[in-house]
């Protein structure tokens, strides 16, 4: 089975510009996450959709918003872009995937390289 | 609020040294556990969980026992290799109905020939 992809791999953007990252899971999966990981540090949770649906939101500022589509892909809004905002963007799926048992381990893909100028 | 929090690296071992990275974790109820380890210019990669106390939870020859008497889930290898050179975060996962995991802020391992 093909894994997390996400797109663009690597984006360069100014402060006050708009970006949006994308991400589509694992065939089957129905759950998808995005994390920001700064230099150095854990990944920190942003969202979390299932069946379109948020399920849970981090602590960031409304400036960050996401959606997921009928076919569970999913995207990433950052508006008015930051110097801070300069990260590894990292989506993760979960679910059922054809014939096999349902889980919940989040799988990651290889994630967007964020950097604000 | 559940965190976690790992063992400061960076970590350097000479190959088929004994490896353990110290993890403890903060969190109401049940959690899960998870080892998640990052290759350079790689995302995240599930290395192993364990999902109740008591579990172990083991690939690749490396192992964490979830301890919930002491909150930790210390991650331990007998024999390391130039491979096994990663970052590795530690990470829980609540029961709040959703799949958040919470991370610690990662150990650098470097592993000399």
């Known amino acids: 089975d093909a894994g997390v992809t996400q797109s663009p791999t690597h984006l360069i953007k100014t402060r006050g510009q708009h970006v949006t990252l994308r991400c589509s899971p694992i065939s089957g999966h129905k759950s998808v996450s995005w994390y920001q990981q700064v230099l150095g540090q854990g990944p920190q949770f942003i969202f979390q959709y299932y069946e379109k649906e948020e399920r849970g939101r981090g602590n960031f500022p409304d400036r960050f918003s996401a959606r997921q589509f009928p076919n569970y892909s999913s995207e990433l809004n950052v508006n008015a872009l930051l110097l801070g905002d300069s990260a590894l963007y990292l989506c993760?799926?979960?679910?059922?995937?054809?014939?096999?048992?349902?889980?919940?381990?989040?799988?990651f893909g290889p994630g967007t390289r964020l950097t604000v100028l | 609020g559940d965190s976690v929090t790992q063992m400061e690296g960076p970590v350097t071992l000479s190959e088929e040294a004994f490896l353990t990275i110290n993890c403890t974790y903060t969190a109401t109820g049940y959690p899960s556990l998870f080892w998640y380890v990052q290759y350079p210019g790689e995302g995240l990669q599930l290395l192993l969980k364990a999902t109740k106390a008591d579990d172990k939870g083991s690939n690749k020859g490396f192992e964490a026992t979830y301890r919930k008497e002491t909150t930790s889930f210390h991650l331990e290898k007998g024999s390391v290799q130039v491979s096994d050179s990663a970052v590795y975060f530690c990470a829980l996962r609540g029961n709040f109905g959703n799949e958040k995991l919470t991370f610690g802020t990662g150990t650098r391992l470097t592993i000399i020939p």
């Open positions: 993760a799926s979960s679910g059922r995937t054809s014939g096999r048992k349902y889980t919940d381990t989040q799988y």
